[in-house]
């Protein structure tokens, strides 16, 4: 692709349209369920339960998951408040009315979703399960994820994707050349990820950019809507507001800052997570901001 900011300097940027895999299980859900599911059935399970928030990528992903291959699916869900606003909740209603089952514990609870206790509650409530963490990240989604580069893919200089849970980020470094250098772009604040990265990652050829959270996970401005409207209109590449689009808006700024070399080829990865858009819609209407086209 071609950009008013790098056009000059010499750098290739591509991206790879990973949105494009499925039409529900998009970009890195689909690598992180691939393997999962085959688990669930290897396993002769016919339950997958999972965690996530209001407008998760994952449970919206899960859900159809379930639905096509035959399995039972629950969904633990953050915000005991949520539960009366299903109808008004595109993904909430997606998942459930793709037969997931929903469970709604407050935040205060949801942080023990970890626990030994609180998983033994859960199996009391819903008999036994395959238990998938919240994002989907374990080492068989880092292995999923891993199938994401191919043997074409040794050209690129840099290779960059956003951060949620970091189980594509490790994906993508252990399946690159020790020659390329990998750039994450966290959607959330602090410096966690480090460590979750560095329990799957097998190589040190990566780093963190963690200038461009916006404020935060889930947290959005005028400017970056903006930008992915105009990226939507030259580009016809549409970006979700929560991931792609922080990206996106991340590695233009540095290329204005002169991070990459001259001449050098990048590709950004596009991870999907488009069902957020209409939900985030919702909210920015409430805040009088405008809407992602």
């Known amino acids: 692709m071609t950009d008013e900011i790098i056009k000059h300097t010499g750098i290739e940027l591509i991206i790879r349209r990973e949105d494009l895999i499925h039409p529900y299980i998009s970009g890195n859900k689909y690598r992180k369920l691939k393997y999962n599911v085959e688990a669930v059935k290897s396993q002769k399970k016919s339950t997958l339960l999972t965690f996530g928030g209001a407008y998760s990528n994952h449970i919206a992903a899960t859900a159809y998951a379930g639905k096509m291959y035959?399995?039972?699916?629950?969904?633990?869900?953050?915000?005991?408040?949520?539960?009366?606003?299903?109808?008004?909740?595109?993904?909430?209603?997606?998942?459930?009315?793709?037969?997931?089952?929903?469970?709604?514990?407050?935040?205060?609870?949801?942080?023990?979703?970890?626990?030994?206790?609180?998983?033994?509650?859960?199996?009391?409530?819903?008999?036994?399960?395959?238990?998938?963490?919240?994002?989907?990240?374990?080492?068989?989604?880092?292995?999923?994820?891993?199938?994401?580069?191919?043997?074409?893919?040794?050209?690129?200089?840099?290779?960059?994707?956003?951060?949620?849970?970091?189980?594509?980020?490790?994906?993508?470094?252990?399946?690159?050349?020790?020659?390329?250098k990998i750039f994450g772009f966290p959607a959330l604040k602090g410096d966690f990820l480090q460590q979750d990265i560095c329990k799957f990652a097998t190589q040190d050829n990566w780093e963190l950019i963690t200038g461009y959270h916006f404020g935060g996970y889930g947290k959005i401005n005028e400017e970056l809507i903006t930008f992915i409207n105009t990226f939507k209109t030259e580009h016809n590449v549409p970006l979700d507001p929560i991931y792609t689009g922080k990206m996106m808006y991340g590695i233009l700024d540095l290329v204005k800052k002169g991070v990459f070399t001259e001449n050098s080829k990048v590709l950004a990865i596009h991870t999907g997570g488009l069902q957020g858009i209409e939900g985030m819609n919702l909210k920015l209407k409430q805040k009088g901001l405008p809407l992602i086209k």
């Open 70 to 180: 035959g399995l039972k699916t629950i969904g633990v869900i953050r915000g005991e408040e949520l539960e009366s606003q299903i109808t008004f909740n595109p993904t909430l209603k997606f998942a459930k009315q793709c037969g997931m089952q929903l469970y709604f514990v407050s935040r205060k609870a949801y942080r023990n979703k970890q626990d030994a206790q609180f998983i033994e509650h859960l199996k009391a409530l819903y008999g036994d399960f395959y238990l998938l963490p919240e994002g989907g990240t374990n080492t068989l989604a880092v292995k999923g994820c891993e199938e994401i580069l191919n043997n074409s893919d040794t050209r690129f200089d840099f290779i960059c994707c956003s951060v949620g849970t970091g189980g594509t980020i490790s994906g993508l470094i252990n399946a690159s050349h020790p020659h390329q």
